[in-house]
């Protein structure tokens, strides 16, 4: 059984507020996020790198190149943290 919604998550980068969608989906044994960030830059900077999985009670981020690809997601991940509970978060 999969579940779905969508949740909008603010957060902050670059000293600049953003909007992102993320799309929740709770299977089995995982809840997965996907974004979509509501500015067609950050979108296209996080493009193929939009996806986290939360397993275990662990947040991953997935395999994100340093720089600001990975800064942008860690924001998104920090900001859509209070909703999902709060929980530790990996970066591999």
């Keep these: 059984m999969t579940c779905m919604e ?8 670059r000293n600049t507020e953003y909007e ?11 809840t ?5 960030v509501m500015d067609g830059e950050l979108e296209k900077m996080l493009y193929g790198h939009h996806i986290m999985l939360a397993e275990n009670g662990v947040l991953g981020l997935g395999d994100v190149p340093d720089g600001d690809t990975k800064c942008l997601k860690s924001k998104i ?3 859509l943290l209070p ?4 929980m530790p978060v990996s970066y591999s």
């Design 6 to 13: 969508l949740l909008p998550v603010k957060f902050e980068f």
């Design 20 to 30: 992102a969608l993320v799309r929740i989906k709770v299977k089995e044994t995982t």
């Design 32 to 36: 997965e996020y996907g974004i979509t």
């Design 77 to 79: 991940a920090a900001a």
């Design 83 to 86: 909703y999902i509970g709060g």
